[in-house]
Nanobody
Framework: QVQLVESGGGLVQAGGSLRLSCVAS????????MGWFRQAPGKEREFVAA????????YYVDSVKGRFTISSDNAKLTIYLQMNSLKPEDTAVYYC?????????????????WGQGTQVTVSS
C-alpha cells in the first residue's frame, strides 16, 4: 500500500496560481503512474492530470491543458501540480492517486491508493 499526503491548496483569485504537492510513502516501488483528480460539490470525481513513473509521460484533461503542469521528483517521491491562470470552475477538492497497473490513466477506477484531498477555491 502507498500512503499519499497532499498539500498546497488554498484560496486564490481568478488568474492566480497555486502549486499542489503530493508526497508518497510505503510500497512506492510498485507504482506505474500517479495522477491528480478533482471533485466539485455535487459532481463526480474528474481526471485532471497524470504522469507515468517510468519515462515521465504526462496526460491532461483538455480543460487544463496549457494552464496546469504535472511533474515529479523521484528522489523525493513527490509529484506536483502547478496550476496557473486559475478559473472559478477549477474550484474543487484535489486528490492525488497512485496506481500499480498500466492502463487508462484518466479513469479513477484503476488507481489503488488515494490521498485525503486538498481544497482549492478560486474566487471571481
Amino acid at each position: 500500500q502507498v500512503q499519499l499526503v497532499e498539500s498546497g491548496g488554498g484560496l486564490v483569485q481568478a488568474g492566480g496560481s497555486l502549486r499542489l504537492s503530493c508526497v508518497a510513502s510505503g510500497r512506492t516501488f510498485s507504482r506505474s503512474a500517479m495522477g491528480w483528480f478533482r471533485q466539485a460539490p455535487g459532481k463526480e470525481r474528474e481526471f485532471v492530470a497524470a504522469i507515468r513513473w517510468s519515462g515521465g509521460s504526462t496526460y491532461y484533461v483538455d480543460s487544463v491543458k496549457g494552464r496546469f503542469t504535472i511533474s515529479s521528483d523521484n528522489a523525493k517521491l513527490t509529484i506536483y501540480l502547478q496550476m496557473n491562470s486559475l478559473k472559478p470552475e477549477d474550484t474543487a477538492v484535489y486528490y492525488c492517486a497512485s496506481r500499480r497497473t498500466i492502463g487508462v490513466l484518466s479513469s479513477p477506477r484503476g488507481y489503488d491508493d488515494w490521498g485525503q484531498g486538498t481544497q482549492v477555491t478560486v474566487s471571481s
